[in-house]
């Protein structure tokens, strides 16, 4: 069984820097991807960024520039470091993870339950 579990969410004035993490656990044969998703009140969820064991990493456009993410393979983390923030970033942010757990070839993306991130202005 794997689980993600994010961190460090909370409230922040428009401006501020808050540092969100995950952490993955369970049977972990290989991790390919993890990232960062968000989903605002009455909104659909969006991509925020990710990071390919490759160390390839992918950001949308309305965070490029403010957030930074970044992964620690021996901890099997993920974080996302964001800065310069807005209230429209206000969301719940969730971790996600492409991840082989007995079969290299076979992958499953699993979720974290999320993390609340609130921006006031």
């Known amino acids: 069984q794997v689980q993600l579990v994010e961190s460090g969410g909370g409230l922040v004035q428009a401006g501020g820097s808050l540092r969100l993490s995950c952490a993955a656990s369970?049977?972990?044969?290989?991790?390919?991807?993890m990232g960062w998703y968000r989903q605002a009140p009455g909104k659909q969820p969006e991509l925020v960024a990710t990071?390919?064991?490759?160390?390839?990493?992918n950001y949308a456009d309305y965070v490029r520039g403010r957030f930074a993410i970044s992964r620690d393979n021996a901890k099997k983390a993920v974080y996302l470091q964001m800065n310069s923030l807005k209230p429209e970033d206000t969301a719940r942010y969730y971790c996600?993870?492409?991840?082989?757990?007995?079969?290299?070839?076979?992958?499953?993306?699993?979720w974290g339950p999320g993390t609340h991130v609130t921006v006031s202005s």
């Open positions: 996600e993870a492409y991840i082989a757990t007995d079969d290299p070839r076979t992958v499953r993306q699993y």
């Open positions: 369970g049977t972990i044969l290989s991790i390919e991807q």
């Open positions: 990071a390919h064991e490759s160390g390839y990493l």
